[in-house]
Nanobody, 131 residues
Framework: QVQLVETGGGLVQAGGSLRLSCATS????????MGWFRQARGKEREFVAA????????HFVDSVMGRFTISRDNAKNTVTLQMNSLKPEETAVYYC????????????????????????WGQGTQVTVSS
């Protein structure tokens, strides 16, 4: 049984930082590209960041570039999203997702950000940024 469990959400003031973690089980983690998405109330779920299975390539939505980083530990089967300089409009439920597609040598933004390409999802963790 595949499980993805996000932790690290909470309430933070604008400009603050949070570190989200996603612990996985039941899958061959090193074979999966991993992504983070977020969904604000009343809005569609949107792509935030992703990392290729071997950790060699990452993608970010433009709005978080330079403030968020994504990393993975294939020995611990975890992926982490470090979020700095948070903004109130980034209040949302943040979801971890796993994508088993074999990408080969290319890993495009289109591939990484395509929500339908992800096979497994966590339950989400709430991030609230106060102004």
């Amino acid at each position: 049984q595949v499980q993805l469990v996000e932790t690290g959400g909470g309430l933070v003031q604008a400009g603050g930082s949070l570190r989200l973690s996603c612990a996985t089980s039941g899958l061959t983690f090193r074979s999966y590209n991993m992504g983070w998405f977020r969904q604000a109330r009343g809005k569609e779920r949107e792509f935030v960041a992703a990392i290729k299975s071997n950790g060699e390539k990452t993608h970010f939505v433009d709005s978080v570039m330079g403030r968020f980083t994504i990393s993975r530990d294939n020995a611990k089967n975890t992926v982490t999203l470090q979020m700095n300089s948070l903004k109130p409009e980034e209040t949302a439920v943040y979801y971890c997702a796993a994508d088993k597609r074999y990408i080969g040598s290319t890993y495009s933004y289109a591939t990484a950000s395509f929500r339908g390409g992800y096979d497994y999802w966590g339950q989400g963790t709430q991030v609230t940024v106060s102004s």
